[in-house]
């Protein structure tokens, strides 16, 4: 019940297209749901991120879609640039803070 | 890296030695984290603190150990590192206040190699 389940597990998409990773979660305690943005060698930077009280939230040319009563989430990447060729991992944590992530996206964007 | 550092960022080791992993923030936050990434696991949770001298345990806690005596540090201790133990450690933390409150930030990891 504490999995995030995340697909696909890897992702090619052509630049200027829309690239999207899916999650999944089963715990309905969970009350806030990050993505984060981990390029190699580095450690993983905080993209963008929403509570279950709204459906979609906008930061760019990210934007997350929450669909609180079939347990998703989800990642769209307008636009996608070669830059944003990375690994995504969703998670989702409770008030505690304790983060459950998801097993990971690895994202090419080919120019 | 939001003010965190880790030390040794990488280290190779043998079976059996103790290993302790530092975290260092400067961003006077209440809460730390240690994770461990693996390829197809994502991060786990290894340890965390909610205050100076205050810990528990995460997901993967068997065969580590942590301690904070000071708001700034937190220290992951393997006491007999294994082979199951090679991994990318992640260091984070939380402010648990203010608008932010619930937000992670992460260092930039110490990848530990045990022999």
């Known amino acids: 019940q504490q999995q995030v389940k995340q697909s696909p597990q890897s992702l090619i998409v052509q630049k200027g297209g829309i690239s999207i990773i899916n999650c999944a979660y089963e715990n309905t305690a969970f009350d806030y749901f990050p993505w984060y943005q981990q390029f190699p060698g580095k450690g993983p930077a905080l993209l963008i991120a929403?509570?279950?009280?709204?459906s979609e939230k906008k930061e760019g040319r990210f934007t997350i879609s929450f669909n609180k009563s079939a347990k998703q989430f989800s990642l769209h990447i307008m636009d996608s640039q070669p830059g944003d060729s990375a690994t995504y991992f969703c998670?989702?944590?409770?008030?505690?803070?304790?983060?459950?992530f998801g097993q990971g996206t690895e994202l090419s964007v080919k120019p | 890296d939001a003010g965190i550092t880790q030390s040794p960022r990488h280290k190779v080791t043998e079976t059996g030695t103790p290993v302790t992993l530092r975290c260092h923030q400067t961003?006077?936050?209440?809460?730390m984290y240690w994770y461990r990434q693996d390829p197809g696991h994502g991060l786990r949770l290894i340890h965390y603190s909610y205050g100076v001298k205050d810990t528990d345990k995460g997901e993967v806690s068997d065969g580590y150990s942590v301690s904070r005596s000071k708001t700034e540090d937190f220290l992951l201790t393997l006491e007999s590192a294994t082979s199951s133990q090679t991994s990318v450690y992640f260091c984070?933390?939380?402010?648990?206040?203010?608008?932010?409150?619930?937000?992670?930030?992460f260092g930039p990891g110490t990848r530990l190699t045990v022999l």
């Open positions: 929403i509570r279950p009280d709204v």
């Open positions: 961003e006077n936050h209440r809460y």
């Open positions: 998670a989702a944590s409770t008030q505690g803070g304790k983060l459950i």
């Open positions: 984070a933390i939380r402010p648990g206040t203010g608008g932010s409150y619930n937000e992670q930030f």
